[in-house]
């Protein structure tokens, strides 16, 4: 094993997951969506940017790539043989793939997260939850992997597949290598990337926010949950949140296709994901479409948070 934070020789996705004795259907769905990301790599850097002209789960616009990237991934996951059922952010319904669940995995994802950042040029991502079995609507700590891939000045993957967090880039071959083993999070940092309208947020949030800027806090927060979280787990520490806010009770984050998978990769890294309230993975979405508010990222920082919203909501 390389020294965390020390890049070790080239050890490609498969060879790790094979030396570290994963399971191979495991191994074969993760290798899937490494395959999947090249493609999307790809139309990111040179498709079409204008809509699709059609809208998500959430009635929201689709962009052609929006459309591209859960095709590609869906097409790859729907024939890799390993899957049970998936579930997009881009589609309306959780699509069964085999009626046999045994040794199969079921998948959700957002093919591109932040998709509305790429006519801008900033950093986007792919973020997949995996479950053994058929059912995605159980709590996010049966996840049994999580991932993203983080489309920015390179491209890289973050993993747990509950053994810690690592760090695979993709070289100039478009082959994923090791670049970072068992990364953490300190349980306290000065980086806060606050999501929603300040003057939307409730007293707790607002004095929680308050609290931060006097300790001199650095706001970086980019729009894309995946750049944002990847912030978290390179820089090693510091806290982001969605929160509940005035109109909007649960935020704006989805439970299934964004705050699982970032929590399950967050406490894998010894830090913390909370509604304000409760452990993010405990929460049992009630369809696809939940939402919910996030407070994650160092575990001092997240309780610091729940304490102001448990005293003033
Ligand atoms: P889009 O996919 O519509 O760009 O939304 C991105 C996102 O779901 C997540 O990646 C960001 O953290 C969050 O929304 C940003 O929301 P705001 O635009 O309200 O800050």
Redesign the pocket.
């Known amino acids: 094993m390389a020294e965390p934070g020390k890049t070790p020789f080239q050890v490609d996705l498969r060879r790790y997951l094979r030396e570290q004795d994963e399971d191979r259907n495991l191994t074969r769905l993760i290798c899937e969506i490494a395959e999947a990301s090249k493609y999307i790599v790809n139309s990111i850097r040179t498709g079409d940017l204008g809509v699709a002209g059609t809208s998500n789960l959430y009635g ?1 616009q689709q962009l052609a790539l929006d459309v591209l990237s859960d095709r590609i991934l869906r097409k790859r996951l729907a024939h890799s043989g390993v899957v049970a059922n998936i579930a997009s952010e881009e589609s309306p319904e959780i699509l069964p793939i085999s009626p046999d669940c045994e040794g199969k995995f079921s998948v959700a994802y957002d093919p591109l ?5 790429v006519d801008v040029n900033l950093a986007v991502g792919t973020i997949v939850s995996i479950y053994e079995g058929c059912d995605l609507l159980q709590p996010g700590r049966n996840q049994v992997a999580a991932l993203y891939i983080l489309y920015g000045p390179r491209t890289t993957m973050v993993l747990s597949t509950g053994n810690g967090v690592h760090e695979f880039a993709m070289n100039k071959l478009m082959e994923y290598t090791l670049t970072r083993e068992n990364i953490t999070v300190e349980s306290s940092g000065s980086i806060y990337s606050p ?2 309208q300040r003057n939307k947020y409730t007293s707790g949030v607002e004095k929680f926010v308050g609290q931060l800027e006097e300790n001199g806090s650095k706001l970086r927060y980019s ?4 750049p ?1 979280i990847n912030q978290i787990l390179m820089k090693g520490k510091g806290i982001f949140f ?1 929160p509940h806010l005035q109109g909007a009770p649960d935020g ?2 989805r439970v299934l296709f ?1 705050l699982n998978p970032m929590a399950y990769l967050i406490e894998q890294a010894g830090g913390a994901a909370s509604t304000g309230r409760e452990r993010i993975l405990d929460l049992t979405p009630e369809g696809i479409e939940a939402r919910a508010p996030v407070f994650i990222g160092s575990k001092e920082l997240v309780a610091k948070a729940e304490e102001y919203v448990a005293a003033h909501g």
């Open positions: 929201e997260d932040g998709s509305s950042l999501g929603g729009g894309g949950f995946v944002d969605y704006k984050l964004e």
